[in-house]
């Protein structure tokens, strides 16, 4: 593949040949984000023209290594770029101390030094876990994204927030630390699980949701050609790593705007808690969840949209075979008071009032700092009720 790394369009419309570049402006640390099929072929010829004669450590996961890492690391030998690797277990588990600290100690081992880059490659939990090792090793590596699902094309690998859990909670420990590029090969995600793709695709629909209806509008017309692969898969991660962009450049640290990404999450994060990280609810289905209890809750609790407009929402998620209620989580959810005191954790009560992200319509979320506690715990005893 010929790489032009400067001069290619910026632009993303549906397209079926050149890669797609969407810039993250942040002034000195802006980044490029290429999405396009079979790109990870050009890997080791832009980490090349960005980092002559940088080394590369790569963190990945078992399936992804299964999947990836054979064809990643013969790129990059192609470039003449040398490489090192570690391996960790698949799944939210490896955002753990323990993975994090042989991540630490293998990229030391591997005499990566400031000036080579640790290499991401895989979804958002190697993602967070990868860059918050770059973020802290010697005081700081770079590092570059190659998202292999599909929540990381669109999400967890443009931001730069970085983290591993704690016992008390998720991602509560961690940093902003931006990568030098993010390359998202659209291809890698033939191979992704229906049900894993499904859950990114949640929080693909999420920009349409937060602030593009015309977006929302094209999703619902061509979502079974996004499900499929080709142009339309690679227009909508273009269109949502674009409305991604705008507001890390806006809000790198979420003192304001940012924190409309995360429509959903609140109550997602809690249902998530609840089920233990599991197999039970994955995170793009929690933010499903959650994303249609944010309209319903906007609608009937709040008067802020048309019930119907909910409903088109909510009809939505589960066209494409989301869940969209508390009752569509298998198993049993702890009582009330204890999704009451997980939500109080994700995001703090103050003086019984809580901050959500409200919508006054199909792309027109905003951030409510002033939502009773109280109102919060009738909507979801009625919910639960439903179970
Ligand atoms: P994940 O990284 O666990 O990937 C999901 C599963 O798919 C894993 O089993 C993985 O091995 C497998 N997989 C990955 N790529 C594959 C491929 N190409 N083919 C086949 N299988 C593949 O999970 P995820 O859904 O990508 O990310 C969820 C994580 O992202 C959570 O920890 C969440 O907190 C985090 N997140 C972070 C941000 C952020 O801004 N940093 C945003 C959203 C979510
Ligand atoms: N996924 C939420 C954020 O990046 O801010």
């Known amino acids: 593949m010929t790489v032009s790394v400067r001069g290619e369009a910026k632009t993303a419309e549906p397209n ?37 004669g ?92 190659v998202p292999t699902t599909l929540l990381a094309q669109v999400d967890s690998s443009v931001g730069g927030k970085t983290a591993i859990d704690s016992r008390q909670g998720k991602n509560l420990i961690g940093a902003f630390h931006q990568p030098i590029l ?25 920009y349409g949701f937060l602030g593009d209806a015309a977006f929302f509008d094209w999703l619902e017309a061509n979502w079974k050609d996004v499900f499929a692969g ?59 969840i959650g994303m249609a209890l944010a309209f319903d809750f906007s609608a009937t609790r709040q008067g802020l949209v048309s019930k119907a407009e909910a409903a088109r929402a909510i009809r939505h998620l589960a066209a494409v075979g989301l869940p969209t209620r508390i009752s569509d989580i298998p198993g049993p959810l702890p009582p009330l008071d204890r999704l009451m005191e997980l939500i109080a954790q994700d995001k703090k ?15 027109a979320a905003f951030i409510e700092t002033g939502v009773e506690a109280a109102e919060v715990r009738a909507f979801l005893s009625e919910k639960l009720a439903g179970r």
């Open 349 to 363: 009560i103050k003086r019984g009032k809580l901050t959500f992200i409200l919508v006054r319509g199909t792309g």
């Open 182 to 206: 993010v390359v998202a090969d659209t291809a890698l995600l033939d191979t992704l699980p229906p049900r894993e793709f499904r859950a990114g695709y949640a929080e693909l629909v999420k």
């Open 16 to 52: 079926t040949g050149d890669p797609t570049i969407v810039e993250v402006k942040l002034g000195a640390r802006s980044y490029d984000i290429v999405i396009g099929r079979g790109i990870i072929a050009s890997l080791g010829a832009r980490i090349a023209a960005l980092r002559p």
């Open 54 to 145: 940088a080394k590369t450590f790569i963190v990945t996961d078992e399936t992804v290594a299964r999947h990836v890492l054979a064809g990643a690391e013969s790129v990059l030998d192609r470039a003449g770029i040398k490489k090192d690797s570690v391996v960790v277990p698949p799944g939210e588990g490896s955002k753990s101390f323990g993975v994090f600290e042989r991540v630490c100690e293998a990229i030391i081992a591997s005499r990566i030094e400031r000036g080579d880059l640790v290499v991401a490659l895989g979804g958002g939990v190697i993602g967070d876990l990868a860059g918050f090792a770059a973020a802290v090793v010697r005081r700081g590596l770079d590092y570059v994204q």
């Open 230 to 288: 080709g142009p339309a898969r690679d227009h909508a991660i273009a269109v949502s790593c674009r409305a991604k962009a705008a507001i890390v450049a806006r809000d790198e640290r979420e003192t304001g705007d940012r924190a409309l990404l995360n429509l959903g999450h609140t109550f997602g994060h809690a249902l998530e808690a609840a089920c233990g990280y599991s197999d039970r609810l994955l995170h793009g289905e929690a933010i499903a």
